[in-house]
């Protein structure tokens, strides 16, 4: 199985410790410490969200931060981005919600 290994804001993922997360209620297997969109990746997960005004897939587009595409809901948290973030033993991730400033848009444009 291939994984990101290198990351150009992470580093490198040189110890592999076999870790299991969940992603929309489904477990996987990770390396512990890789982010979320390379374990993600490695299990054959392409698309992570939505897009909010067209429903089309969305998934990883830049995997350095920039674009929040990979937005996923972690540990209850929403808008974590996927790319930059590192996989923890028995996380709970979900696809990601609508982005805060679009459902703000919404509420102004009544």
């Known amino acids: 199985m291939r994984r990101i290994i290198h990351h150009p804001i992470l580093g490198n993922l040189d110890e592999y410790h ?7 209620g489904v477990k996987y297997e990770a390396h512990e410490n890789e982010s979320i969109a390379a374990a993600l990746l490695a299990n054959g ?3 992570l969200r939505l897009h909010e ?3 089309s897939p969305r998934g ?3 995997n350095i931060g920039h ?3 990979c937005r996923v809901t972690v540990n209850g948290q929403p808008n974590v981005r996927a790319c930059l973030t590192p996989v923890q033993k ?5 696809s990601g ?3 805060p400033n679009i459902v703000k ?6």
């Open 18 to 24: 076999p870790c299991s997360f969940y992603f929309n």
């Open 45 to 47: 997960i392409r698309a």
């Open 53 to 55: 005004e067209s429903g």
């Open 60 to 62: 990883i587009y830049c």
């Open 67 to 69: 674009c929040m595409e």
């Open 90 to 94: 028995n996380m709970v991730v979900e």
């Open 97 to 99: 919600k609508q982005h």
């Open 105 to 110: 848009r919404m509420v102004e444009n009544r």
